[in-house]
């Protein structure tokens, strides 16, 4: 079949049948492709979209499922370790003072600064500030001494029995002496809240 561009000539909209077959055959496909892509759009478009949603959900449930399956087969071991937490956590909440505690904990400081050869220039408690799970008691430290006294300070208030953090060191040289040291620092303890609340 030889193309002839005159077929395309004088066609009649309203009498297809009677076309040649060429331009039938382009009217055809054109036809096709129309419908094609509309189908694909109004009915395909959609269906792939939820295929890939729900592919996509497969994924995540598989990993779901693939957790869950580790924990319900370790869940003997898990309990033994969720076991051990609350024991640490417990012990923890022991290092923390009381409320009792809490006046001896300045008496502590003191005693470990003055056995370090520091002199006390400033030891005052800071507003408490409260935490979700405890409160945080800081106190304002100004010492003055030697640089190895610091150490030997910082070293035993690690070595208290209840739980102080240090922070925000300033360590300047004292003007009339070089080899003594002003420190200013800010310990923090922590109180546990449930016992606040109580």
């Known amino acids: 079949m030889k193309f002839d ?28 492709v129309i419908v ?35 924990i319900a087969a370790n869940l003997s071991l898990f309990r033994d370790q969720m076991k051990e937490a609350e024991d640490s956590f417990a ?13 001896g904990l300045l008496d502590d400081i003191t005693f470990v600064g003055t056995t370090s050869g520091l002199d006390f220039v400033k030891l005052e408690w800071q507003p408490e500030i409260s935490k ?14 030697s640089y190895h006294s610091f150490g030997q300070f910082v070293s035993k208030i690690a070595g208290l029995p209840r739980i102080v953090t240090l922070h925000d060191f300033k360590i300047k040289i004292e003007q009339n002496d070089n080899d003594t040291l002003n420190l200013k620092l800010q310990a923090k303890t922590y109180r546990y809240q449930q016992e606040a609340a109580q």
């Not at 979700?132 to 001494?145: A, C, K, N, S, T």
Request: net charge negative; hydrophobic share 45%.
């Open 91 to 103: 012990k923890q909440l022991k290092s923390l003072p009381n409320s009792h505690e809490i006046p």
């Open 5 to 32: 561009a005159s077929q395309f000539d004088n066609l009649d909209l309203e009498n297809i049948g009677q076309w040649p077959a060429a331009p039938k055959l382009v009217l055809g496909v054109f036809l096709a």
């Open 132 to 145: 979700e799970v405890y409160i945080e008691l800081p106190i304002d430290i100004e010492v003055i001494g």
């Open 36 to 70: 094609g892509s509309l189908g694909y759009v109004g009915l395909i478009s959609d269906q792939m979209e939820k295929l890939d949603r729900v592919v996509a959900e497969e994924v995540v449930l598989k990993e779901s499922f693939r957790a869950k399956y580790h």
